[in-house]
Nanobody
């Protein structure tokens, strides 16, 4: 069993930054991949960034490239999402998820372990 706890969300103005944290514990083999997703009301959950905790390989959604950075410490026990140059379109609930080997690293269907989320609000 895997436990994931997100933190670091909040309210910022356009152009600001936030650093989200995901504290992971439990079965190590079930969190070989850790990813950040986000969701707004009425929309599907979308992948933002993912990291392979064994080797550090990362994947980003087009919307995140150049602005967001996913990283890890302690072999994935904590995974961060540094978000810069935030826009109102980044406003969402952000979730951390973990899986052993998702078919596609940025599709939510591949993840069975989820945190409760942390809210990010960007105002103009």
């Amino acid at each position: 069993q895997v436990q994931l706890v997100e933190s670091g969300g909040g309210s910022v103005q356009v152009g600001g930054s936030l650093n989200l944290s995901c504290a992971a514990s439990g079965d190590t083999y079930s969190r070989t991949y850790v990813a950040w997703f986000r969701q707004t009301a009425g929309k599907e959950r979308e992948g933002v960034a993912a990291i392979w905790t064994l080797g550090g390989l990362t994947t980003y959604a087009d919307s995140a490239k150049g602005r967001f950075t996913i990283s890890q410490v302690n072999a994935g026990n904590t995974v961060y999402l540094q978000m810069n140059s935030l826009t109102p379109e980044d406003t969402a609930m952000y979730y951390c998820a973990a899986a052993r080997r998702p078919v596609e690293t940025l599709r939510p269907q591949g993840y069975s372990n989820w945190g409760r989320g942390t809210q990010v609000t960007v105002s103009s």
